[in-house]
């Protein structure tokens, strides 16, 4: 009777052990992907996206021990998918808008409408330098009275993803360098 209590403590104990393993070994993989070949990139879409990607890989890694261990214990594996499925549905209805906003801000780092430093002009008429593009926000330095200059910002104007996508960006750093390129 022990002998099955021992069995599945052992089961949980190399199942967490080989779980621990494994995320060491995946976050180390990332690292040095950072490290090596992210920082020589070009663009800063993979610095902006690793930490996404890491967190998701490690929450999927979780996920899948926590199933196991579960599915040893005798719980249907079928009805565990089925419950994660709906549960996900949920609360992706109730995170709808922070989800519009990521899919928002992964459409701004791939079509690069601005990047940082840019002097922008957005719908509302405010302008000012792109400091941050996150994955839910960007964040707009506004100069003092809405001069163009880069020294003497007013205030940071934080506008999420979804609002920046719907309108119209005048971007006034890519329309300087095309004069530059022409020239």
């Not at 099955?4 to 393993?21: D, E, N, P, Q």
């Not at 967190?55 to 579960?70: E, K, P, Q, Y």
Request: overall charge positive; hydrophobic content about 45%.
């Amino acid at each position: 009777m022990y002998e099955i209590y021992l069995h599945k403590i052992l089961f949980v104990a190399l199942v967490m052990f080989s779980t621990l393993m494994g995320l060491r070994v995946l976050n180390k993989v990332l690292d040095v992907y950072s490290e090596k070949i992210a920082s020589k990139t070009k663009t800063t879409l993979d610095d902006e996206l690793l930490p996404l990607i890491r967190r998701l890989l490690n929450m999927g890694v979780w996920v899948a021990s926590g199933i196991t261990i579960l599915s040893n214990f005798g719980f249907s594996v079928l009805q565990i998918y089925a419950g994660l499925g709906v549960s996900s549905m949920i609360t992706a209805m109730c995170i709808k808008e922070s989800i519009m906003n990521i899919i928002a801000g992964i459409t701004i780092m791939f079509d690069r409408p601005f990047r940082m430093g840019d002097r922008i002009k957005l719908h509302t008429g405010d302008k000012g330098y792109v400091h941050k593009i996150g994955l839910r926000r960007t964040q707009i330095c506004i100069p003092d009275d809405n001069q163009d200059s880069s020294k003497g910002f007013k205030s940071i104007l934080v506008i999420p993803n979804k609002d920046i996508s719907k309108y119209k960006i005048y971007n006034y750093t890519f329309a300087e360098e095309l004069e530059n390129e022409e020239a």
